[in-house]
């Protein structure tokens, strides 16, 4: 193991000063995304250079997910990969996969520090109580109530913000509420500095997020809503916010108060990502889910009626048990007449500690997995026929990109990706910059708008 003097550490040219570099990798949601940055953040402040994932480093941090099977897989084959290529270096696993999984990263991965839910707040704190003791932390901490910070604009063009943690649905499928557990929301006091920190950065968007933020409550006796919490995020705009996104969002939770608070808010993209699963009340009822098909129905006609250029995304899994071929039949055709234009599809992942895992041959037959990805390849079609009308939609419309990376591709405020010519004069000067487009020609295989540029000159 690497000594807890200088050897193997960068030298700051110049400056006789050591530096401890950091690197990272992120798999799952953009919540894990926020929290991973959080971290980075709270290292730098402590004296640490984060580095590209891959590069010479004297800490590995990994954010895991769980969420399937496969998100399962890839975290061991990534925690595995980070000890191949940095044996020496420090490894540290966080995230979903982490909380779930622990015992078997205990016994049969080799890492330094796995970093409870509850311990979160303290990363940056207990990575760097271990790297300057090279001893054992302990894998238990205190806990609390207290979500912390988490958003950086140094990593991302847009910043994550983090308002909520956890979930108290326990949907039949799902393992996120036994590796987040209960529901904790953020003061909107912390979410403003947090905000205005961001803006401060020169960040111009902000994404609101977390697990279940249309639960989120604050204040006494929780009378604050994420209506409430939207409303001051807002009165930045004076402050330089310029776009203001939410993350994905229940659909039993998208309140008239929400929607009456964002409308005529040019700060606000229209974008609203609402886990539908399954548009089988049936199967619906098995997930315990907390609507049925008719109410999502409701709320998306409600959504357009106030955004009528809104892009609305919905999760889908197919093959859950008990979902018979009469039951995805009508799932795909209620589908087909939904006005929704962006899908995450899922074959159903078993997941050990849920409900829907103890269904399987005691309640239901589990759905052959060639059936499930049959049905995934019919909903994938269909998911095609859906964006491609709604491009149809807005081609021609001249609207507002901010410009990310190189400044050549960024999104539209309903989330459709957008792309500038190499030649059309937009390069690292326009990164993080708002810039009028015009929508030209939909590239479905790789899911892109091409557009013009209107007037190189005009900056929002």
């Known amino acids: 193991m690497l000594s807890p003097s200088v050897e193997g550490q960068e030298r700051e040219k110049g400056s006789g000063v050591y530096m401890r570099r950091v690197s990272y990798f992120t798999l799952g949601c953009r919540l894990n995304a926020s929290e991973s940055e959080g971290v980075m953040r709270d290292l730098v402040a402590l004296g640490y250079r984060v580095v590209p994932f891959g590069k010479a480093c004297e800490i590995v941090f990994l954010q895991t997910c769980t969420v399937t099977a496969q998100a399962d897989a890839s975290c061991r084959n990534v925690i595995r990969r ?29 890492i330094d520090l796995l970093i409870r839910a509850e311990e979160k707040e303290k990363s940056a704190r207990l990575i760097d109580k271990l790297y300057r003791e090279r001893g054992t932390v302990s894998f238990e901490g205190e806990k609390t109530q207290s979500i912390g910070e988490a958003a950086t604009s140094k990593f991302r063009t847009r910043a994550f913000v983090k308002i909520h943690d956890g979930c108290n649905y326990f949907c039949a499928y799902c393992i996120v509420p036994h590796a987040r557990g209960r529901v904790r929301s953020t003061e909107i006091a912390e979410v403003i500095v947090s905000v ?118 919905c999760d889908l899994i197919a093959g859950f048990p008990g979902e018979e071929e009469e039951h995805f039949e009508e799932a795909i055709k209620r589908v087909s007449e939904l006005p929704i234009h962006f899908f995450h599809l899922f074959p159903f992942s078993p997941r050990p500690g ?102 190189p000159g005009i900056c929002h």
Not at 97 to 109: H, T
Not at 236 to 265: Q, Y
Not at 413 to 433: H, S, T, W
């Open 82 to 110: 980070a000890k191949r290529d940095h044996p020496e270096a420090l490894l540290v696993v966080s995230g979903c996969f982490a909380e779930v999984q622990r015992d078997e990263i205990r016994a049969s991965l080799e």
């Open 196 to 313: 205005r920190r961001e803006l401060a950065a020169g960040v111009k968007e902000v994404v609101l997020t977390g697990v279940n933020i249309g639960e989120y409550r604050s204040g006494d006796g929780g009378r604050l809503r994420l209506s409430d919490v939207v409303r001051e995020v807002l009165t930045l705009k004076h402050e330089g916010l310029r776009r203001l996104r939410l993350s994905s969002i229940e659909p039993n939770t998208v309140s008239d108060a929400l929607l009456e608070v964002l409308k005529g808010e040019e700060t606000f993209l229209p974008h609203f990502h609402l886990p539908l699963q399954s548009a089988s009340d049936h199967v619906l009822s098995l997930m315990g889910r907390r609507y049925r098909f008719q109410d999502y129905e409701r709320v998306v006609a409600k959504i357009l009626n106030f955004f009528p250029d809104a892009g609305i995304g």
């Open 354 to 455: 849920t409900k829907a895992f103890e269904m399987i041959d005691q309640r239901y037959k589990h759905v052959h997995k060639r059936i499930a990805d049959e049905r995934v390849k019919r909903l994938s079609v269909l998911a095609e026929e859906k964006l491609l009308k709604f491009a149809e939609k807005m081609q021609g419309r001249v609207v507002p990109v901010l410009f990310e990376g190189k400044g050549n591709r960024g999104y539209t405020p309903n989330y459709l990706e957008v792309e500038c010519d190499a030649d059309a004069d937009i390069d690292v000067v326009n990164a993080n910059e708002i810039l009028d487009v015009r929508l030209r020609e939909f590239d479905l295989e790789r899911r892109v708008f091409r557009a013009d540029r209107i007037d």
